[in-house]
């Protein structure tokens, strides 16, 4: 593997990837050709949007993967590629073919935005995404809960699991319960 290449140029290859290919490696590889730089240049960034918007792109089995790159490298990404990312995320939260990629955006909204904004869409999700990811977002709630430092941010988080064990559907009452528990 190496770690000179472009990142644009490992997005391209990654989205020209077969549905069924393995994207490990190439995920790690965009995550190493980030390292030289300070922020997540716009051309890579740009390309990065345009995959996850593509179903295509989403309906591969290992596309949760270059998600979780973003959320390793968060720190290399601008305050404004954060304002970009946001809603997108929110979009493609429940449409990845294998639901870790909603499980990585509950902890991207959790440990990286980790505000209110979180709060009020981590709980929308709970109760409007498909299922399986609409039981992930109680995940990001607990991850949220027990990321920041504010306790009234807190304390809302907490308040929106403890509705959430109530929900008609068991797989989001069970995500609530494991996620106060975590926290307790």
Request: net charge negative; charged share 25%.
């Amino acid at each position: 593997m190496s770690y000179d290449r472009d990142p644009l140029e490992i997005l391209i290859e990654l989205r020209s990837a077969p549905a069924r290919a393995p994207m490990s490696a190439l995920a790690q590889e965009f995550g190493f050709s980030l390292l030289p730089h300070e922020q997540i240049p716009e051309d890579a960034f740009n390309e990065l949007l345009t995959m996850l918007e593509s179903p295509e792109f989403l309906a591969a089995e290992e596309s949760w993967k270059l998600v979780n790159q973003l959320r390793i490298n968060w720190h290399l990404s601008s305050d404004a590629q954060h304002a970009a990312l946001r809603p997108l995320l929110i979009r493609v939260f429940d449409r990845f073919v294998d639901s870790t990629g909603a499980m990585v955006i509950a902890e991207i909204l959790g440990e990286s935005f980790c505000d209110e904004e979180a709060v009020q869409q981590l709980a929308q999700l709970a109760t409007q995404a498909r299922m399986p990811a609409r039981a992930l977002a109680p995940y990001g709630l607990g991850v949220l809960a027990r990321t920041t430092p504010d306790t009234s941010l807190r304390q809302r988080a907490l308040g929106r699991l403890r509705l959430l064990e109530k929900d008609r559907v068991l797989e989001v009452r069970d995500e609530a319960i494991r996620a106060l528990a975590k926290y307790g």
